[in-house]
């Protein structure tokens, strides 16, 4: 049905009959030249009248070839089957061609019915070959343009179907992390009431309820705000530096224009949640966690430091940072996400992402 629509519309027959047209204009421009020579005085006029049947006719006869093979396209016969229906309709329709032309000859010029036989077989007989070769032109470029119609919407499938499997692919591994979060934030809430911490169990619960409800105004949006992300990253902080009270010592910092600019939805929280949890497991009063966000013209960077032990190889990425390299590796064309130690016992996690469009 598309191929129809796209064979069938008023392109498709401004092309056929402009062709066609022209073909007749050359061809009677040739005729008329040779006439010249041979002192026949033409009008070119009455000479294009003459023999406008002989083209104009085959702008019909086109759009039935045309549709011959759309039928044929869709059809389970045989390659000898379809050459053999193909080679039929041609000599049916030729037939019909001719016996058409030679008719609207006889009305367009001084020739009378009497004379019809004599020319029709004369046409058969002498000049077949060439309207053969017409046909076959014709049929053959009918063909090509179905094969390069069918590759081209072989390809729009292919990528449709690549960009759905893509995007069902993110909202799994966005799923992945949102569960994972939760377990995380509700064993924070857990000690807090554990430990008798009612203010800050309070708190911590009004915190996680704003985290959840941005993730359920988000639940459809591929792309969020980088502000939007801070402010959830700061919620989830306030939660977790209430479970380690002093141990975390965070510092955030956005330029100005990076603020509006959108990355994929919960794309830096689980680098963060990654680096609260290696800090949680030092000992020291202020374990470090500083993230850094700026651009250039052409990317965005982002940089968390944070304080590691010196016996975690920081290799236990979990969920979080698998799926963060998984997503990534599914949005973008070129990306780095790259993990570095440092002096002092600290470590960094160096993110850099093409800025606007994403290449998926």
Not at 50 to 64: D, E, K, L, M, N
Request: net charge neutral; glycine share 2%; charged share 20%.
């Amino acid at each position: 049905m598309a191929h129809s629509k796209l064979i069938f519309n008023r392109y498709f027959w401004f092309a056929n009959t402009f062709f066609w047209l022209a073909v007749h204009a050359l061809y009677t421009h040739v005729k008329f030249l040779a006439f010249e020579q041979n002192d026949k005085n033409p009008n070119w006029t009455e000479l294009w009248i003459a023999i406008s049947p002989w083209f104009i006719i085959w702008i019909g006869v086109t759009a039935i070839i045309f549709k011959l093979v759309q039928y044929t396209s869709h059809s389970s016969h045989s390659t000898t089957v379809k050459v053999f229906f193909h080679l039929s309709w041609m000599v049916f329709i030729l037939f019909i061609y001719w016996g058409t032309a030679h008719l609207l000859i006889i009305a367009v010029t001084d020739r009378t019915m009497d004379e019809f036989s004599y020319y029709f077989l004369r046409t058969i007989t002498q000049n077949a070959q060439l309207d053969i070769s017409m046909y076959l032109g014709v049929l053959g470029a009918a063909m090509a343009l179905r094969f390069y119609h069918n590759a081209v919407q072989e390809s729009l499938e292919l990528k449709r179907l690549h960009h759905e499997l893509t995007q069902e692919q993110l909202r799994t591994l966005r799923s992945q992390l949102n569960p994972h979060f939760l377990f995380n934030a509700l064993n924070t809430i857990a000690s807090l009431v554990r430990l008798k911490r009612d203010k800050d169990a309070v708190t911590a619960l009004s915190e996680l309820s704003i985290m959840l409800r941005k993730i359920l105004e988000t639940k459809n949006n591929d792309d969020i705000k980088i502000k939007d992300e801070i402010a959830f990253i700061n919620s989830y902080l306030a939660i977790q530096k209430m479970r380690f009270a002093d141990k975390l010592d965070t510092h955030i910092h956005v330029q100005p224009e990076c603020l509006d600019l959108t990355i994929p939805n919960m794309l830096l929280h689980p680098l963060v949640e990654n680096a609260v949890q290696h800090g949680s497991q030092l000992e020291s009063s202020r374990n470090l966690l500083n993230l850094d966000i700026s651009r250039n013209e052409y990317e965005l960077r982002v940089v968390l430091t944070n304080k590691v032990a010196r016996n975690d190889s920081h290799n236990g990425f979990g969920i979080g940072l698998s799926n963060t390299r998984e997503r990534l590796a599914r949005l973008y064309g070129q990306f780095r996400l790259e993990l570095h130690p440092l002096e002092n016992d600290l470590f960094e996690t160096s993110l850099a992402i093409p800025i606007g469009a994403q290449d998926a």
